[in-house]
C-alpha cells in the first residue's frame, strides 16, 4: 500500500513569514500538533510545533532543570511568549523536516511515526510540494 | 488539478417532514419530527467538489472555515476523498436549513445562515494560499455568495490570478460578485439567479430575454453562459449558437433539489475536461443534476446511472 492511499489528503500549511500570534490561532482551530511550514512553490521548508513553541517560551536554563517544578511560575515563560509573538515563524521552525513521498510504501511513514515518535508526517511530491500527512490515524483505518 | 473555492461554505442540513406545522398554538400540534435527515458538507463550489469526486476526479478545495461547523465540512470533505486547503476563521461556519415536505419535496423549504465574517488579513491569507498551488490547475471553480469583509471584486480577482497561470475558471454565483468577475473573463458562467430573476436590471424570465442577457455576458468574453430556465431545463449560450436543454420528467420525481444545480456543473466540467463536445458535455450535465434531485442524498451517488439518465434529456440547438 502506498501513502497517497492512506493519508490526510490537507494542504493547511504557513508561510516561513507568518507570527507565531497567527500559528498559534491556526495550531488552535486546525486542531493540528505542528504545521508545516512552505515556500511559494508550496515546497516544504520546515515545520513548527506546539512543542517549539513552548520550548522557545521557556527560559534558557529549562533543559538544565531535571524537572519544570523547579521553574517558580509561569510569569516568565508569558513575558518570553509576549516577546516572541510577532516573530515569523521561520526564527523558530525546524528546518530538517522528516516527510514521505506520495508513492513511498505505508511502511516507510509507519516506520518513520513510530521509531520517531511523532504524531504525523508530512507527505511531498516528487518536486517537493506538500500533498498532505500521514497521522497515526491513518496507520490503522485501512485494516477496520 | 480542479481547485473549488466556496468563500461561504455551510453545513446543510436537511430535514424530511410527513407535515409541516406553523401556526399552531399547542406544544403537540406545533412540534414537526423529521421522519430523517442529513447532514453534509455544502456550498456551491463543494458541491462540485464532492460530485467530482464521486466520478473519481481529483480536486482541491479552498475557501475559509470556522469553529465546530467548520471541523464538520473539512471532515466531509476528507472523507469523500477531496483535498482540503482552507483557511481557518474566527466564528462558526454557517448551517444551511432544508425542510422537504412529503409531496411537495420539489417546493423546498430553506433557511440560510449568513455568512461567517472574513477580516482583511484572513483574506490575505487565502490569496497566498491559492497562489502556491494555481500553477498545477487545469480548472477552478468559483461558487456561492461572498462572506462579509470579502472584497466585491474578490472573485475577479482570483479569477485574474487563474487565467495568468492558464486555468480556466467556472464562476456559478450572482449579484455583484458575478458581475465584477466578468471582467476578468471567465471560461463559463452560470449565474445564480434564486433570488434575482433579473441580470443587471434586465428581467430573464422568457427565452428570449435569457438568450439577450446570455449573450451580453458573452460580449464580456465569457466563452458559455448557462442559465436557469426552469426546474428541469437550461438555456446555453456560447459564440456560436444557443442550446436549450430538458430533462423529460416530472418535478414531482423530484426529491431534493438542494445541489442539483452544482451537480450539473461538476457534470459538465467532468466532460469539458476530459475534452467531450460541449453537446456531449451539456447533456452529461443535466443528466448529473436530475439524478442529484431524484436522489435524497443531495449529489447522487448512483454515478453508475448517468449515462442511463441521458435518455431523457433532450439538447435542441436554437440558434448557430
Request: hydrophobic content about 45%.
Amino acid at each position: 500500500m502506498k501513502v497517497h492511499e492512506i493519508m490526510t489528503r490537507d494542504l493547511t500549511s504557513v508561510e516561513a513569514d507568518v507570527t507565531i500570534r497567527e500559528l498559534i490561532f491556526i495550531l488552535d482551530n486546525a486542531r493540528m500538533p505542528n504545521i508545516p511550514v512552505v515556500n511559494d512553490a508550496n515546497q516544504l521548508i520546515g515545520i513548527i510545533s506546539e512543542k517549539d513553541l513552548i520550548r522557545a517560551a521557556l527560559p534558557g536554563y529549562f533543559d538544565m532543570l531535571h524537572s519544570a517544578s523547579f521553574i517558580p511560575d509561569l510569569n516568565q515563560m508569558a513575558k518570553r511568549l509576549a516577546a516572541i509573538v510577532d516573530d515569523p515563524a521561520e526564527k523558530h521552525m525546524q528546518r530538517s523536516v522528516l516527510h514521505v513521498l506520495a508513492d513511498d510504501d505505508v511502511l516507510q511513514a509507519a516506520d518513520l511515526i513510530i521509531r520517531k515518535d511523532i504524531s504525523n508526517i508530512p507527505v511531498v511530491n516528487g518536486e517537493g510540494q506538500l500533498v498532505g500527512r500521514v497521522k497515526r490515524i491513518d496507520l490503522l483505518k485501512p485494516y477496520i | 488539478m480542479i481547485i473549488t473555492v466556496t468563500l461561504s461554505p455551510a453545513i446543510d442540513k436537511v430535514y424530511w417532514v410527513d407535515h409541516l406545522k406553523i401556526g399552531e398554538i399547542t406544544q403537540d400540534s406545533f412540534l414537526t419530527r423529521a421522519t430523517r435527515s442529513l447532514t453534509s458538507a455544502g456550498g456551491k463550489g463543494i458541491n462540485v467538489s464532492i460530485l467530482l469526486a464521486r466520478l473519481h476526479v481529483e480536486s482541491v478545495a479552498m475557501g475559509f472555515v470556522a469553529g465546530h461547523t467548520g471541523h464538520v465540512v473539512v471532515r466531509d470533505l476528507r472523507d469523500e476523498g477531496i483535498t482540503t486547503n482552507f483557511v481557518w476563521t474566527h466564528g462558526e461556519t454557517r448551517t444551511n436549513v432544508t425542510i422537504l415536505e412529503r409531496g411537495r419535496e420539489h417546493i423546498p423549504i430553506k433557511v440560510n445562515e449568513s455568512s461567517n465574517r472574513v477580516t482583511p488579513v484572513e483574506i490575505d491569507r487565502f490569496f497566498r494560499r491559492f497562489r502556491r498551488i494555481v500553477p498545477n490547475a487545469k480548472w477552478v471553480v468559483l461558487g456561492g455568495v461572498l462572506p462579509p469583509g470579502a472584497p466585491p471584486d474578490v472573485y475577479r480577482q482570483i479569477t485574474s490570478i487563474a487565467n495568468q497561470h492558464g486555468a480556466r475558471v467556472v464562476i456559478t454565483a450572482g449579484g455583484r460578485a458575478l458581475a465584477e468577475s466578468l471582467l476578468a473573463c471567465p471560461y463559463l458562467v452560470k449565474p445564480d439567479l434564486r433570488e434575482n430573476v433579473s441580470f443587471e436590471g434586465t428581467p430573464v424570465a422568457t427565452v428570449n430575454e435569457i438568450i439577450a442577457a446570455g449573450r451580453k455576458i458573452i460580449s464580456c468574453g465569457v466563452e458559455m453562459i448557462i442559465m436557469s430556465h426552469e426546474v428541469t431545463g437550461d438555456i446555453v449560450i456560447t459564440k456560436d449558437a444557443v442550446w436549450e436543454i430538458q430533462a423529460r420528467i416530472q418535478t414531482t420525481q423530484l426529491k431534493n433539489l438542494v445541489g442539483a444545480d452544482d451537480a450539473l456543473l461538476g457534470g459538465i466540467l467532468y466532460k469539458l475536461d476530459r475534452g467531450a463536445p460541449v453537446e456531449d458535455a451539456l447533456r452529461f450535465g443535466m443528466a448529473t443534476g436530475i439524478l442529484s434531485a431524484e436522489s435524497e442524498e443531495k449529489i447522487c451517488r448512483n454515478i453508475d446511472k448517468i449515462e442511463s439518465e441521458m435518455d431523457l434529456i433532450s439538447l435542441e440547438r436554437l440558434e448557430g
